[in-house]
């Protein structure tokens, strides 16, 4: 037979494992309900990582974009610098008409300005991105004489279509 004391201890054991299958219980929905939110979470997390590489991918093609036409001024190369020509091109080069040009007219103009003014250095100052915009200013020095002379340099870009285009070349 059970006595009143057993049954009592019994019934004491009984609502410790209770309570601790209780304890356990929630212990795992908690688990459960943050091992949800953290899945959601990280689900948020890699679009932001993605927008984030995209971010890095555009801002390296940008600088990729201003290194290369810095050659071109450099090497008098043109064609490093008629590549990122779109349809159309703003120019305000030195010894020619300012305004809207085609690229093969943009060609034409940037040659007979390395025809005529031939560099001696050319170097960037400063840049700036954002979003869909960059922009970069420079000096580009050519030989007059027996010394040089410096001309502005702006360069402004513009991100269409998974690429940068020059969308105004300044050179005065």
Do not use: P
Not at 41 to 70: H, P, V
Not at 118 to 133: D, G, T
Request: hydrophobic share 35%; net charge positive.
């Amino acid at each position: 037979m059970i006595s009143h004391h057993n049954l009592s201890n019994f019934l004491k054991n009984k609502g410790f494992v209770l309570k601790g299958f209780f304890y356990s219980l929630s212990f795992i929905i908690v688990c459960f309900l943050y091992q949800s939110v953290s899945a959601s979470e990280l689900n948020w997390r890699k679009g932001d990582e993605d927008k984030l590489k995209d971010e890095r991918l555009k801002s390296s093609m940008c600088k990729q974009t201003f290194k290369d036409i810095g050659k071109g001024l450099i090497d008098n190369n043109v064609s490093l610098i008629s590549i990122y020509f779109n349809e159309d091109v703003y120019l305000n080069v030195i010894g020619s008409d300012k305004g809207y040009y085609s690229s093969s007219q943009a060609e034409l103009i940037i040659t007979d300005f390395f025809n005529f003014f031939r560099i001696y250095s050319f170097k960037y100052k400063r840049s700036h991105r954002k979003n869909n915009f960059a922009y970069a200013t420079g000096v580009y020095k050519y030989n007059k004489g027996s010394g040089t002379v410096e001309l502005g340099v702006t360069i402004s870009l513009k991100y269409n279509n998974n690429k940068w285009y020059i969308y105004q070349l300044n050179i005065n």
